[in-house]
Each structure stands twice: as structure tokens, then as C-alpha cells.
């Protein structure tokens, strides 16, 4: 071992530059505050304008980085292509990529229809976000990589849920906006698909120093009524939901050096939901 190894020092972002779709969105702000916190520059990416101006000033005032926001629309070929030429306008790199954006639907009825009855309008709009936007943003930021020469690190948001299915009974007697919720087979499926984009992208880009890993995070505090938080807190191990902040430990891992002999892997944040 060398004296002059610094296994702190591998979890240091400083220098880098680090873009992160879904940003304005619950899990995106923790993450995003962590990879600054790191060292990282950050591109935030979103649909959603509202307040990510100033989320961009607050980080950078409070971590001493550079952070810009961008509007994208993770969906759509040209938005993606015209954010990351924007971000390597404004940097001049990217080192890592949080896949992170996730969309649900404007019609809830609709997203939280039952399965027998789902249209496939609605399948393909959730479809549209959360496996073609992973497409189109890996395809993109790994074409920067590989003009970079230099490797890099992608960090695809997965779920519990593309790794086994919803257990359907702590969904009984718990309501979001006068509606029975579940969790609908489009976002299980659409989950699962990023595993297999992760693993598929990892070797195929192993060659070139380039990783690509995956989190799936467990059900995680968001304002969800008291009985839904009861049902699921009594199937974890642990004992209760996940906090925001607790995913953050995993991308800053997979982000930096500290992982450079992982890809194509999935960490699992669940609290041991799959454990038993």
C-alpha cells in the first residue's frame, strides 16, 4: 500500500464537472447538493424552471462552484442535444452524468390507472421520459466522453421497482388527491429497462474508460399520507421510508474515484426491503 494513498482524496470531485437531469425534483436537489459539496461543477438540467435559477446561485455561493441551470426536456432528441452543446459551451467538459429524470403524468387518473384499463398514450408518454430520456442523455454526454478521450462516470436513477415488483397491500387505504394510489406497471417496467441500458453501456464502453452504474433507491419520504408511510415502514427491515439525504452516500461513491473498478452495477438503497 502507499503511504501517499489518500482514500479520502478519492471521493473528491474537485475539477470535475457533473450534470444532473431531474434536478429541481425532490431527490435531484439532495443530489445535486452533494456533488457540489464533493468539488463537482454542476449543469443542472430540468423541464421545470421554477426556483432552479436560484437553487443554481444558492449552491454555487454556499460550495464555491460554478453551477448554471438549463432548461431540457429529456424527451425530446433536440432539447437534449441543444443542453449538452450548452453545457460544453459553458464548461468545456463533462465528467460525470446523473441520469436522474423521471416523469409520472399531467393526468393522474390516467397514470394511476388500473393496469386492465392503461392506455397506451400514457405508457408511452411515462415511457418517453424515463427510458428514451436515459437513452438520449447517455447517448449524448457519451459521445462528449469519448471526444474528451478521458473516461468519465454515468449514474443512471433506477428504483426498488425495477428490481421486484410492488407488494399491492400497502397501497390499501391510502389516497393522493382524493385518489387510490399504487405503483403502475409502466414506471416497474420503465425502471427495469434502465438495468439492462446500464449493463449494456458499461461493456460497451468499458474499453474506454467510460462506467455506468445504476441506484435504486426504496420509497422515499415525499408527503405521503400517514398509512401509506405505515404499510410501507412495516415491510422495510429498518423500520421506516427512506430520507432524501440517504440516497446521496451512493452517487457521490459511483461518481467519483473511489469507484473506479465498478461498472454495470446497481447499488440498492431500500432500508432491506429486498432482503427478505
Same mark, same amino acid.
Given at each position: =500500500?502507499?503511504?501517499?494513498?489518500?482514500?479520502?482524496?478519492?471521493?473528491?470531485?474537485?475539477?470535475?464537472?457533473?450534470?444532473?437531469?431531474?434536478?429541481? *425534483?425532490?431527490?435531484?436537489?439532495?443530489?445535486?447538493?452533494?456533488?457540489?459539496?464533493?468539488?463537482?461543477?454542476?449543469?443542472?438540467?430540468?423541464?421545470?424552471?421554477?426556483?432552479?435559477?436560484?437553487?443554481?446561485?444558492?449552491?454555487?455561493?454556499?460550495?464555491?462552484?460554478?453551477?448554471?441551470?438549463?432548461?431540457?426536456?429529456?424527451?425530446?432528441?433536440?432539447?437534449?442535444?441543444?443542453?449538452?452543446?450548452?453545457?460544453?459551451?459553458?464548461?468545456?467538459?463533462?465528467?460525470?452524468?446523473?441520469?436522474?429524470?423521471?416523469?409520472?403524468?399531467?393526468?393522474?387518473?390516467?397514470?394511476?390507472?388500473?393496469?386492465?384499463?392503461?392506455?397506451?398514450?400514457? @405508457?408511452?408518454?411515462? =415511457?418517453?421520459?424515463?427510458?428514451?430520456?436515459?437513452?438520449?442523455?447517455?447517448?449524448?454526454?457519451?459521445?462528449?466522453?469519448? #471526444?474528451?478521450?478521458?473516461?468519465?462516470?454515468?449514474?443512471?436513477?433506477?428504483?426498488?421497482?425495477?428490481?421486484?415488483?410492488?407488494?399491492?397491500?400497502?397501497?390499501?387505504?391510502?389516497?393522493?388527491?382524493?385518489?387510490?394510489?399504487?405503483?403502475? *406497471?409502466?414506471?416497474?417496467?420503465?425502471?427495469?429497462?434502465?438495468?439492462?441500458?446500464?449493463?449494456?453501456?458499461?461493456?460497451?464502453?468499458?474499453?474506454?474508460?467510460?462506467?455506468?452504474?445504476?441506484?435504486?433507491?426504496?420509497?422515499?419520504?415525499?408527503?405521503?399520507?400517514?398509512?401509506?408511510? #405505515?404499510?410501507?415502514?412495516?415491510?422495510?427491515?429498518? *423500520?421506516?421510508?427512506?430520507?432524501?439525504?440517504? =440516497?446521496?452516500?451512493?452517487?457521490?461513491?459511483?461518481?467519483?474515484?473511489?469507484?473506479?473498478?465498478?461498472?454495470?452495477?446497481?447499488?440498492?438503497?431500500?432500508? *432491506?426491503?429486498?432482503? @427478505?
Amino acid at each position: =500500500m502507499s503511504d501517499s494513498l489518500s482514500y479520502k482524496a478519492l471521493f473528491d470531485l474537485d475539477g470535475k464537472v457533473a450534470v444532473v437531469t431531474g434536478a429541481n *425534483g425532490i431527490l435531484g436537489r439532495h443530489f445535486s447538493a452533494g456533488l457540489a459539496e464533493a468539488g463537482a461543477d454542476l449543469a443542472l438540467l430540468d423541464l421545470c424552471s421554477g426556483g432552479i435559477n436560484e437553487f443554481a446561485a444558492e449552491l454555487s455561493e454556499r460550495y464555491g462552484v460554478q453551477v448554471q441551470a438549463f432548461t431540457c426536456d429529456v424527451s425530446g432528441p433536440a432539447s437534449v442535444k441543444q443542453a449538452v452543446a450548452e453545457v460544453v459551451t459553458t464548461f468545456g467538459s463533462i465528467d460525470i452524468l446523473h441520469n436522474n429524470a423521471a416523469g409520472k403524468s399531467d393526468d393522474l387518473d390516467a397514470f394511476l390507472a388500473p393496469f386492465e384499463d392503461y392506455s397506451l398514450d400514457q @405508457w408511452r408518454q411515462v =415511457m418517453a421520459v424515463n427510458l428514451d430520456g436515459m437513452f438520449l442523455m447517455a447517448q449524448a454526454v457519451g459521445k462528449q466522453m469519448l #471526444r474528451q478521450g478521458r473516461g468519465g462516470s454515468i449514474i443512471q436513477t433506477s428504483s426498488i421497482y425495477g428490481l421486484m415488483g410492488p407488494d399491492q397491500r400497502i397501497y390499501e387505504g391510502s389516497e393522493y388527491l382524493g385518489r387510490q394510489i399504487n405503483s403502475p *406497471g409502466v414506471y416497474a417496467a420503465s425502471k427495469a429497462g434502465i438495468l439492462g441500458l446500464t449493463r449494456y453501456l458499461a461493456t460497451y464502453w468499458a474499453d474506454k474508460g467510460i462506467r455506468v452504474n445504476s441506484i435504486a433507491p426504496g420509497g422515499t419520504e415525499s408527503g405521503q399520507s400517514e398509512e401509506f408511510v #405505515r404499510r410501507y415502514s412495516a415491510r422495510i427491515p429498518l *423500520g421506516r421510508m427512506a430520507r432524501p439525504p440517504e =440516497m446521496v452516500g451512493a452517487l457521490l461513491y459511483l461518481a467519483s474515484d473511489a469507484s473506479s473498478y465498478m461498472t454495470g452495477q446497481t447499488i440498492i438503497v431500500d432500508g *432491506g426491503l429486498d432482503a @427478505w
